[in-house]
């Protein structure tokens, strides 16, 4: 999906909240945002996707301030508070009658942990809302192609999971682990280095998903959703034999929307923006499970 004018305002305003969380000198905060206020300048297009937007305005910020990880205590708060709800989510997901409905009810887990993000204008998250929202799931799904997902993973060996952010990642556990249920090899697959609050290998291990995929690997770069040019080798040999992809977060929706596929991905995902809303014919504060064939 390409940008929508108000990318622009939402691009800035997160750029601002990351560099004051990225240092406390006044002087670098200024030159940081004025180098950001360029980038846009140079490449804010109607041709330009938010996620590469967003990666560049990231490097920018990690750059300037010499913080690599500006949202660090927040995705350690993520995965704790995340870890809390887990008896909850999994006695959730028990209450299917059949593997199908559990499989439902771990996406729509899945889905619910991709609340978890910071700083987009508009969008207000707090960690008391997730019980809630687990029990509304179904209530927020506006596009539901979680049954033919189903079919789809019931037919398959092996998938290739794309991860999104702190926190999140536990939520992931539980629909990894119907997944196994189904007798399917699971590979997971974090980014290469911190971006925004997107899950690195530090988030692994707290997680847990570590002890129920069977592998876990990198994108092997710091990209908001998948830029297939500055993948690693690794990554991209194994997403080119992916049978079928599940990828959670609105920067896969953003960047493979972008591409010819050649195989089924399924995108699971909140819409925290009305641009991203919009491409999927959606309101804003939805969940959504979409097959894209």
């Keep these: 999906m390409k940008v929508e004018a108000e990318c622009a305002s939402c691009l800035l305003s997160r750029a601002k909240a990351e560099v004051y969380i990225g240092t406390t000198n006044p002087a670098l905060r200024f030159r940081t945002m004025k180098e950001i206020i360029k980038l846009l300048n140079r490449e804010f297009k109607p041709t330009s996707t938010p996620a590469d937007l967003g990666t560049k305005r990231d490097r920018l910020i990690k ?15 993520s995965n704790q508070r ?17 593997q199908q409905e559990r499989f439902k009810k771990a996406t729509l887990i899945a889905i619910v942990g991709n609340m978890m993000e910071f ?30 997902a189903y079919e789809l993973a019931k037919k398959a060996q092996s998938i290739l999971y794309l991860a999104d952010n702190a926190g999140e990642i536990v939520f992931d ?15 997971y697959v974090v980014k290469g280095d911190p ?39 690794e ?29 089924p991905h399924f995108l699971m995902f909140r819409t925290k923006c009305q641009p991203v809303a919009n ?14 064939q």
Excluded at 63 to 77: A, R
Aim: glycine share 6%.
């Design 63 to 77: 750059l300037f301030t010499g913080n690599t990880d500006p949202y660090k205590q927040l995705k350690e708060k």
């Design 82 to 98: 995340a870890l809390r709800l887990i008896p909850y989510a999994k006695k959730y997901v028990e209450r299917g009658h059949n």
């Design 119 to 148: 700083d987009i204008p508009g969008y207000k998250f707090s960690f008391k809302d997730l019980t809630k929202k687990i029990r509304e799931a179904y209530k927020d799904l506006v596009i539901d192609d979680i049954d033919s």
């Design 173 to 187: 556990t539980v629909l990894v682990e119907q997944l196994k249920n189904m007798g399917l090899m699971v590979t």
């Design 195 to 233: 971006v925004i609050n997107d899950a690195t290998l530090n988030d692994v291990a707290i997680s847990g998903m570590d002890k129920v995929a069977d592998k876990i690997i990198t994108t092997g770069t710091d990209a908001v959703g998948l830029i297939i040019k500055e993948v690693s080798p």
């Design 235 to 263: 990554f991209l040999k194994i997403y080119k034999k992916a049978e079928l992809v599940f990828a959670k977060g609105m920067g896969y929706a953003e960047t493979l929307t972008e591409y010819k596929l050649t195989k």
């Design 279 to 292: 491409y999927f014919c959606s309101s804003r504060h939805k969940n959504i499970a979409k097959l894209m």
